[in-house]
């Protein structure tokens, strides 16, 4: 991980102290401030206790925290910051209170400094305007608790530069966060949906439509997710809602402005009583209107140009934990019907208004459609970004198409000269999304499968050979289709946290979009059945010794790098290479014999003990007939062209798909569970 940056954390409580753990565990210099020197060892002791704990759950290992709090420096000194690229304040919510942390840093920090503040209700316009660099104020709005949850709202002034943007995003980036970059208004992105989404809850307490057990057991199944509206309240603190929904108010209509029972309750200063017989008649009434008050308030938003509605669903999967954002639930829902929900509770609240965008699209009786693709070009190459984190940019028949879309548009253009390919987020593309090939086995679908792995193939090839040269941005792991892609382009320009894996055998399925093809071509077929078989990783730093990576960098240094691999011109990709003697005994490993008698059962001959009881383990947890099957298919692919082995893939995936492995291993994955197969009979 890059060194280059050197961060400041302002409050040293559970926001600050869970930021600046984040931060330091990704590997970024990180000093944390605050007023005295007892608070400052409070928060690093709760980092401390926090690192402690996921070193008995087997997060980290002691070296990994010793090396996290090496990176970590607490004081009560701001001079500490004088240097710092970026200070995020997170201090209490007050705009004196912040402006006085701003208008002490601006006397102190270098020019380069950015300012940003992790207000989650403020103007940061406001804000800006205690400093002399307003250019380089900036919110990022951190979601609890910050060194778990992955999103951060990334808010822009109408004064903050385009560097200062793009600084900020790489930082987000650098410390592993997903960034959605959202406009300086009241609530931003996800409180403006959420914060009436918990008031709406007390008003259908307050109005006698149910109890709380009930209203909470209905939001759960409507929304579907794993805390009701009055349990996260107490969780998160009933004050805090309170004093949202009032900021809201002031700032939007009164419709925002905390209930009655909200405020009482505020008041009392006592967690909801959760207590009560659940009511099941009541859940339709009570997830209509919360379904209408969500509808409504995030077509608003998009009104406004507050967010995208990408990235409202976003916020709401990300960094809400819901299964669905607001869009994804309209369209569930349907269009006309979501319209009549909001035309409803806008006859009975006058300031709850009926979004334009929502009344086009039920005019026209036509679904949310959602664009996970995006495209700039900048000096001469077009980067074509896959933006889908919270599905970890996993490729489906949606994605495929739009990917071919921006990829026609940046061959056509002439000023384009090179067409880089990356993933946002965390990963690059964890690979097909699984939902979909278990949606064609259960509907006995399959030719649809075929189809779009037919479709994928056909553009990896055209990535593959496209006169402009194609460069994955290894920037993250990948995995299945996701390493797939990045072994069609022509160059793969990587940093230290990418990786290839191939986890499908543990699927009862095969790489099915030329993984198992190109990597033969790389290094042979020995140790291609080594990395399909396992599923071991291969990471960035082992595949630019193998010869797959051109280039390792640092991630902000990637626009550079990219820039020099396309200079440098097109390499022979698949040239005979030399491969290092670390990896002779994987080779004599899975050597043709040694496979054979792997699949089988039996322990291989000619390596090490520990090499075959570590390979033997692994094994024993995949699926025999998907074993063979990769077996087979890459004995035939080592002697067949590019093409003919995309067709030999091809012809093996309805047979393979239509077994039980595939079934077994596609449904347990999909639940975060390990699959069980049937052991192989010697």
């Given at each position: 991980?890059?060194?280059?940056?050197?961060?400041?954390?302002?409050?040293?409580?559970?926001?600050?102290?869970?930021?600046?753990?984040?931060?330091?565990?990704?590997?970024?210099?990180?000093?944390?401030?605050?007023?005295?020197?007892?608070?400052?060892?409070?928060?690093?002791?709760?980092?401390?206790?926090?690192?402690?704990?996921?070193?008995?759950?087997?997060?980290?290992?002691e070296d990994q925290v010793k090396a996290i709090l090496?990176?970590?420096?607490?004081?009560?000194?701001?001079?500490?910051?004088?240097?710092?690229?970026?200070?995020?304040?997170a201090v209490f919510e007050d705009v004196q209170v912040k402006g006085a942390v701003f208008q002490k840093l601006d006397s102190i920090c270098d020019e380069k400094t950015i300012f940003a503040t992790n207000t989650s209700s403020l103007f940061v316009k406001e804000l800006a305007t205690f400093t002399k660099r307003p250019d380089r104020v900036i919110g990022m709005h951190y979601f609890y608790h910050p060194a778990k949850n992955r999103l951060v709202e990334i808010i822009p002034h109408q004064e903050t530069s385009q560097e200062t943007i793009e600084t900020t995003l790489l930082i987000g980036k650098l410390h592993n966060k997903t960034c959605i970059v959202v406009k300086d208004s009241p609530g931003f992105a996800v409180n403006r949906y959420f914060v009436p989404f918990l008031n709406e809850s007390v008003h259908l307490l307050q109005d006698g439509v149910a109890n709380i057990a009930t209203i909470d057991a209905a939001a759960k199944q409507g929304f579907d997710i794993g805390m009701g509206p009055f349990?996260?309240?107490?969780?998160?603190?009933?004050?805090?809602?309170?004093?949202?929904?009032?900021?809201?108010?002031?700032?939007?209509s009164e419709f925002y402005a905390p209930s009655e029972l909200l405020q009482k309750q505020t008041e009392m200063k006592e967690d909801w009583d959760l207590r009560g017989d659940i009511d099941e008649s009541k859940f339709e009434a009570i997830n209509r209107h919360l379904y209408a008050t969500v509808f409504g308030v995030a077509g608003a938003q998009v009104d406004e140009g507050v967010a995208s509605i990408e990235d409202t669903d976003?916020?709401?999967?990300?960094?809400?934990?819901?299964?669905?954002?607001?869009?994804?639930?309209?369209?569930?829902?349907?269009?006309?019907?979501?319209?009549?929900?909001?035309?409803?509770?806008?006859?009975?609240?006058?300031?709850?208004?009926?979004?334009?965008?929502?009344?086009?699209?039920?005019?026209?009786?036509?679904?949310?459609?959602?664009?996970?693709?995006?495209?700039?070009?900048?000096?001469?190459?077009?980067?074509?970004?896959?933006?889908?984190?919270?599905?970890?940019n996993a490729l489906n028949p949606v994605v495929v198409e739009q990917l071919e879309k921006a990829f026609n548009e940046a061959e056509e253009n002439p000023d384009v000269k090179g067409i880089a390919i990356q993933g946002a987020g965390k990963a690059f593309v964890a690979g097909a999304d699984i939902k979909f090939f278990i949606d064609c086995i259960e509907s006995n679908q399959i030719e649809k499968n075929v189809e779009f792995t037919r479709k994928g193939h056909q553009l990896f090839r055209r990535m593959e050979t496209s006169d402009k040269m194609t460069i994955a941005v290894l920037?993250?792991?990948?995995?299945?289709?996701?390493?797939?892609?990045?072994?069609?382009?022509?160059?793969?320009?990587?940093?230290?946290?990418?990786?290839?894996?191939?986890?499908?055998s543990g699927l009862g399925i095969y790489p099915g979009l030329g993984g198992m093809l190109r990597l033969n071509k790389h290094v042979g077929k020995e140790l291609s059945k080594y990395f399909v078989l396992t599923g071991k990783p291969l990471t960035a730093a082992a595949a630019k010794d193998l010869g797959i990576v051109t280039a390792l960098t640092e991630m902000e240094n990637l626009e550079t790098t990219i820039e020099m691999v396309l200079a440098q011109g097109k390499r022979e990709k698949y040239a005979t290479r030399e491969i290092p003697t670390t990896y002779n005994e994987m080779v004599d490993g899975f050597s043709d014999e040694n496979v054979e008698r792997m699949i089988n059962g039996e322990r291989p001959h000619q390596v090490s003990e520990?090499?075959?009881?570590?390979?033997?383990?692994?094994?024993?947890?995949?699926?025999?007939?998907?074993?063979?099957?990769?077996?087979?298919?890459?004995?035939?692919?080592?002697?067949?062209?590019?093409?003919?082995?995309?067709?030999?893939?091809?012809?093996?995936?309805?047979?393979?798909?239509?077994?039980?492995?595939?079934?077994?291993?596609?449904?347990?994955?999909?639940?975060?569970?390990?699959?069980?197969?049937?052991?192989?009979e010697v």
């Open positions: 991980m890059s060194k280059s940056f050197k961060v400041g954390i302002i409050g040293a409580g559970n926001m600050g102290s869970g930021i600046a753990q984040k931060m330091a565990q990704e590997g970024l210099d990180v000093t944390l401030v605050d007023v005295t020197d007892q608070q400052v060892e409070r928060g690093i002791g709760s980092i401390r206790k926090t690192l402690a704990e996921g070193v008995e759950r087997g997060i980290f290992s090496n990176r970590l420096h607490g004081t009560s000194s701001y001079e500490a910051l004088k240097d710092a690229d970026l200070v995020v304040e349990e996260l309240m107490n969780v998160t603190g009933i004050p805090i809602a309170e004093h949202s929904c009032t900021y809201l108010a002031k700032e939007i976003r916020g709401a999967k990300i960094g809400l934990k819901w299964k669905f954002g607001p869009f994804e639930l309209i369209n569930k829902v349907g269009v006309k019907e979501a319209l009549e929900m909001v035309t409803q509770l806008n006859s009975k609240r006058s300031s709850f208004h009926v979004p334009t965008i929502l009344q086009e699209h039920a005019l026209k009786d036509q679904s949310f459609a959602f664009n996970y693709i995006d495209m700039e070009t900048k000096n001469g190459i077009a980067y074509i970004t896959i933006n889908r984190p919270e599905a970890m920037d993250g792991l990948s995995l299945g289709g996701g390493s797939e892609l990045a072994l069609s382009c022509q160059a793969i320009v990587a940093t230290a946290q990418g990786s290839l894996a191939f986890p499908e520990a090499f075959a009881d570590k390979v033997m383990k692994i094994l024993g947890f995949k699926a025999q007939t998907a074993m063979k099957t990769i077996n087979d298919l890459i004995d035939q692919q080592t002697e067949m062209t590019i093409d003919e082995g995309i067709e030999l893939e091809l012809s093996y995936l309805v047979k393979t798909f239509e077994t039980e492995e595939a079934h077994i291993g596609l449904k347990a994955s999909m639940n975060g569970e390990r699959p069980v197969f049937k052991k192989a």
